[in-house]
C-alpha cells in the first residue's frame, strides 16, 4: 500500500490536484519557451518530483506534526484507493503462490516502437506454464498487467 500510494504516477497525480503544473509554469524563469513550459508541467516526473521537493521543504521547515494533515487530505483518495482495491497484482500474485510452495516469473516476450515510446509485452509463467500476459508502456506495468490476468485466472479455478 505504501508504495501505491508515495509512487510516481501517484505523486504527479496529487500533484496535479494542487494545481502545482500550473504554478510551475506561472513561477518559471524566462528561459524555457511556453511550450516547453506546458509540457513540463504535464510531465509525471517533473510533477512527482516537485511535491517531493515541496513537501520535503515542508517538513524541514515546519516539522511532520505541522504539515500532517494537509498531506494526508491531500493523498486521501489515493490512501483510500490503495487500502479497498489490489494496487501491487506482483506482490499480491507472489504472496498467494508462496502460500502454496509455488513461485512466478516474468519474461519479456516483446518490445515495440521507439526508444522515447516503447510497447512492453511480458508472460507471468508459474510452473513452466503462462497464466498472464500484460501489455504497458514500461516493463514493470505490464509484469504488472501478467500478474493482474493470473490472479484473475487463479481466482477462476479456486
Known amino acids: 500500500m505504501r508504495s501505491h500510494v508515495v509512487s510516481r504516477a501517484t505523486c504527479a497525480e496529487v500533484a496535479r490536484g494542487l494545481g502545482l503544473g500550473q504554478r510551475l509554469v506561472e513561477h518559471a524563469a524566462p528561459t524555457q519557451t511556453d511550450e516547453e513550459l506546458e509540457r513540463l508541467s504535464r510531465n509525471r516526473n517533473v510533477l512527482a518530483a516537485v511535491i517531493e521537493a515541496a513537501l520535503g521543504a515542508l517538513f524541514l521547515q515546519h516539522g511532520f506534526a505541522a504539515i500532517e494533515d494537509a498531506v494526508v487530505a491531500a493523498f ?83
Open 76 to 158: 486521501s483518495e489515493q490512501i483510500e484507493h490503495a487500502l479497498t482495491t489490489r494496487v501491487d497484482q506482483k506482490t499480491d500474485l507472489q504472496e498467494l503462490l508462496a502460500r502454496s510452495g509455488r513461485h512466478v516469473t516474468y519474461v519479456e516476450v516483446s518490445v515495440e516502437g521507439p526508444p522515447h515510446a516503447r510497447s512492453f509485452t511480458c508472460a507471468a509463467v508459474i510452473d513452466g506454464e503462462e497464466f498472464g500476459r500484460g501489455e504497458g508502456q514500461t516493463k514493470k506495468a505490464a509484469e504488472q498487467e501478467a500478474a493482474r490476468e493470473a490472479l484473475a485466472k487463479l481466482d477462476a479455478a479456486a
